[in-house]
């Protein structure tokens, strides 16, 4: 603040630009401190995103005067299959704009706007927990799973209903061990999981790139049976005291040992030490299979508001596999040999986000 020639308070002029690396110190001090922050807000994303995928990062920051007010992640994604899209933020499910209050939040929505008439976007999209704008179209697709746990244990499983509590102790009675591992332990069993739902899968670099950027804060837990074979595995992000399975796959054999059940078990015990107090089971699609698997271990959907401001679109992009026009596609994927999909799919999951 400062006070004019007549003694009266002036409100420092809000700014918006595209942040450098020499914001980053700032941009993460925000994110930390802010009530409605996630994991995907971070300030590693931005590499991530042209590193790997070679997605156009546009992180945008709003100051009033020196200070932060809001900030933006964005990224301006653009291949032959999918078109030009300017999102917050691809491959993560949570995103969207924080801000201290609505003038910022006006502020960088037109500076995104902006730039998404700029660069050709179709689109403009804000993957938020919370609704932001009512007055933009949206989808119903997609919900989230939170639920608080204990520290101790015994709670935690007794808080799981019963016929899922029967699964993980059979998990536990068929010998199954988990242990924390690396990247190069999940990918088989993600590739391997991926290619039997017919869907293409991210490359190995991807999860090396993750641990190597988020350190302590994205580590990988693999289950094995009693003679050490992997079944199982999930990555997973912890952002203070909230745990988040992320990533994760299975092998055939999984099911019949109860390794899957067992394995987000070990995890939330994993959690509880920790000391996460908030097990974020993750995004699903309404009614498909692993959103029923959440609502049996006693996790209530959570609508997410995923926002979409129309630029050259005149409708919500569907680029799921709920899409009729995808099954062929998808049955098709799945008859390919190993080695060409591991190559193939990168390419294609590029432009999904």
């Given at each position: 603040m400062r006070i004019d020639p007549a003694g009266r308070l002036v409100q420092p002029t809000l700014t918006v630009v595209e942040a450098g690396d020499q914001d980053a110190a700032d941009w993460q001090r925000y994110v930390q401190a802010h009530p409605q922050a996630t994991f995907f807000h971070r300030w590693e994303w931005r590499a991530l995103m042209a590193e790997v995928?070679?997605?156009?990062?546009?992180?945008?920051?709003?100051?009033?005067?020196?200070?932060?007010?809001?900030v933006l992640p964005l990224a301006h994604m653009k291949?032959?299959?999918?078109?030009?899209?300017?999102?917050?933020?691809?491959?993560?499910?949570?995103?969207g704009p924080l801000t201290d209050d609505a003038q910022a939040l006006q502020a960088l929505d037109d500076h995104a706007a902006a730039e998404a008439q700029r660069c050709g976007a179709g689109h403009l999209e804000y993957r938020n927990r919370e609704p932001r704008h009512t007055d933009w179209p949206g989808t119903d697709l997609y919900v989230t799973f939170r639920k608080a746990i204990s520290a101790d244990d015994e709670e935690n499983l007794k808080a799981i209903p019963r016929k899922q509590r029967a699964m993980v102790r059979k998990g536990?009675?068929?010998?199954?061990?988990?242990?924390?591992?690396?990247?190069?332990a999940f990918y088989p069993i993600y590739a391997d999981n991926v290619h039997r739902h017919g869907t293409p899968g991210m490359p190995r670099r991807w999860f090396r790139a993750l641990q190597s950027a988020f350190g302590d804060d994205c580590n990988v837990m693999v289950v094995r049976d009693a003679a050490g074979h992997p079944l199982s595995a999930v990555m997973s992000f912890w952002q203070?005291?909230?745990?988040?399975?992320?990533?994760?796959?299975?092998?055939?054999?999984?099911?019949?040992?109860a390794a899957n059940d067992f394995k987000y078990w070990r995890l939330m015990s994993h959690a509880a030490q920790r000391g996460c107090r908030v097990y974020d089971f993750g995004r699903s699609k309404v009614g498909t299979g692993p959103y029923d698997f959440k609502r049996n271990w006693g996790f209530e959907p959570q609508p997410l508001a995923y926002e979409y401001r129309l630029i050259s679109r005149s409708d919500v992009p569907q680029n799921n596999p709920n899409n009729p026009k995808y099954r062929l596609m998808i049955d098709t994927w799945r008859k390919l040999p190993r080695?060409?999909?591991?190559?193939?799919?990168?390419?294609?999951?590029?432009?999904?986000?």
């Open positions: 995928w070679r997605h156009r990062p546009v992180f945008l920051i709003a100051r009033r005067g020196p200070d932060i007010c809001g291949t032959r299959l999918f078109g030009s899209q300017l999102i917050s933020l691809p491959f993560c499910v949570y995103g536990i009675a068929n010998g199954l061990s988990a242990a924390i591992e690396d990247a190069d203070d005291e909230v745990a988040l399975p992320y990533y994760a796959g299975d092998h055939e054999s999984a099911r019949g040992l080695p060409l999909v591991n190559w193939l799919g990168p390419h294609i999951v590029r432009g999904l986000g």
